[in-house]
C-alpha cells in the first residue's frame, strides 16, 4: 500500500481504496494511543491495562463514521493537509469505542465483535486474580473509566489534528452537539427498557438521537466544517446523513433479531435479551396478535434458549414488522441519495457518499 493519503483515502480524481483509508485511520489511532502510553508510563502496569484494553477497543470496525467525515469535507472542498484530516476522521472512532464501551455495560452484553465486552474482560482479570471485591464491580468501573477517556481523547484527538485552527473549533461545535445527543439519547433508551414499553414514535426517537445522527449526519457535518463549509451546504449533508443514519439504524435493529451471530459477532437475538424497545419491535408488538404480542411483550429483557429466540423471530416476522422495517429502510435511503442528487455538493464526493450508502444499509454485520 502506497504512503500516499490521496492513493488510498480518495481525492478528486482518484478512487476510493475503502480499506486503505481504514489501515490510515487505524494507524493514525495507534500512534495517537502510544503517544498515550508514553503519558501514562509512570502510572506503571495497571495503565499498561488499560491502554492494551483501549488498542482492543478500536481495532477493527467498518470505520463508517471516519469515512463519512472524509467524503463530508471532500463534498465541500480538497484537503489542505489529508494526513491531518485523517487523524480528525480517526477522532470520531475514539467517540464511536467510548460509546460501545458505554453501551455494552449499560446492556450487560458479554461480547463485542467476537471478543469478551471491556467489562467483561476486565471482571475476567479481577476472578483470575483472585482480587478482593466484586468482580463485576469491578469491571463496570474500568469500562466507565475507559468509556470516559475514549471520550475524552477524541476530543484530544481532533484539536490537534493539525487543521487550521479556527476550523478545528468549527467543528468541536459539531462534535460537542453530536455528543451531547448521543448521550441524552442513550439515557432516553435505557429509560425507554426500564418503562417496558415504548411506540413507534418513541422508538424513532430513541433511534435518531441514540444512533442516527451521530453515526451519519454529524460525521458529515463534521468534515464539511473542516473544510469551511457554510450553512446551506451543513443543510445539504444533513438532508443526506439523517435519513440515511435512520436507515443505517433500522438494518442494525433487523440484525440484532435475524443476524447471524457468525458474522455479526453477538449472541442470537441478542437485542430481544437486552429487552431493546426498537422500532422492529414496537411495529411487531403492534401487528401481532394478542397471544403473540404479549409473549413478545414478555420475553424482552428475559434470557432465551434457541428455541425461543426462533419463536420469537417467527413472530416478529408473522407481524410483518420485518417486511416494514425493509420498506422503511428503502424509502430513506432512497430519501437520501435522491436529497444528495439535488445538493450540489461535489459529483465524485457525491458518487462515492451514494456507494457509502449502500454499504451502511445493506451490510450483514
Known amino acids: 500500500m502506497s504512503d500516499s493519503p490521496a492513493s488510498t483515502a480518495g481525492t478528486a480524481g482518484t478512487p476510493w481504496d475503502a480499506d486503505g483509508f481504514r489501515a490510515q485511520v487505524q494507524d493514525a489511532l495507534e500512534q495517537f494511543l502510544d503517544r498515550q502510553a508514553d503519558r501514562l508510563a509512570p502510572l506503571g502496569p495497571d495503565a499498561e491495562r488499560l491502554l492494551a484494553e483501549a488498542r482492543a477497543v478500536v481495532a477493527g470496525g467498518k470505520r463508517l463514521r471516519a469515512a463519512f467525515c472524509w467524503w463530508g469535507h471532500l463534498a465541500v472542498a480538497a484537503p489542505v493537509d ?59 468501573a474500568a469500562a466507565i473509566l475507559l468509556g470516559d ?15 487550521p485552527l479556527p476550523r478545528v473549533v468549527a467543528a468541536l461545535e459539531v462534535l460537542d452537539l453530536c ?5 441524552a439519547g442513550q439515557f432516553l433508551d435505557v429509560s425507554v427498557q426500564a418503562r417496558g414499553r415504548a411506540d413507534v414514535d418513541a422508538a424513532m426517537t430513541v433511534l435518531r438521537y441514540k444512533s442516527a445522527k451521530y453515526s451519519i449526519e454529524r460525521p458529515l457535518q463534521v468534515g464539511a466544517a473542516l473544510a469551511g463549509a457554510d450553512s446551506a451546504a451543513m443543510e445539504q449533508l444533513s438532508s443526506f446523513g439523517l435519513p ?13 433479531v435475524f443476524g447471524d451471530p457468525a458474522t455479526t459477532g453477538k449472541p442470537a437475538g441478542d437485542d430481544l435479551v437486552e429487552g431493546k424497545r426498537t422500532v422492529l419491535v414496537a411495529l411487531a408488538l403492534d401487528g401481532a396478535d394478542e397471544d403473540d404480542a404479549a ?10 434458549d434457541a428455541d425461543q429466540v426462533e419463536r420469537l423471530r417467527s413472530i416478529i416476522s408473522g407481524s410483518g414488522a420485518q417486511a416494514q422495517v425493509e420498506e422503511v429502510i428503502t424509502a430513506l435511503t432512497q430519501r437520501a441519495t435522491d436529497s444528495l442528487d439535488r445538493s450540489g455538493l461535489d ?9 457509502l ?9
Open 82 to 140: 489529508e494526513q491531518a484530516l485523517v487523524r480528525a476522521c480517526a477522532a470520531l472512532e475514539l467517540l464511536h469505542a467510548s460509546a460501545l464501551v458505554h453501551d455494552d455495560l449499560m446492556d450487560a452484553s458479554d461480547t463485542r465483535r467476537g471478543r469478551p465486552a471491556t467489562h467483561r474482560a476486565f471482571e475476567r482479570e479481577h476472578r483470575s486474580d483472585a482480587w478482593r471485591g466484586d468482580p463485576e464491580q469491578y469491571g463496570a
Open 149 to 163: 477517556l475514549l471520550l475524552s481523547w477524541s476530543d484530544e484527538l481532533l484539536r490537534g489534528c493539525g487543521l
Open 179 to 183: 455528543r451531547t445527543e448521543v448521550i
Open 244 to 256: 440515511l443514519g435512520e436507515a443505517f439504524q433500522l438494518r442494525d435493529d433487523l440484525l440484532g
Open 295 to 304: 409473549l413478545l411483550d414478555r420475553a424482552l429483557g428475559r434470557p432465551l
Open 347 to 355: 459529483p465524485e464526493a457525491c458518487a462515492v457518499l451514494t456507494t
Open 357 to 365: 450508502a449502500a454499504a451502511a444499509t445493506q451490510r450483514v454485520v
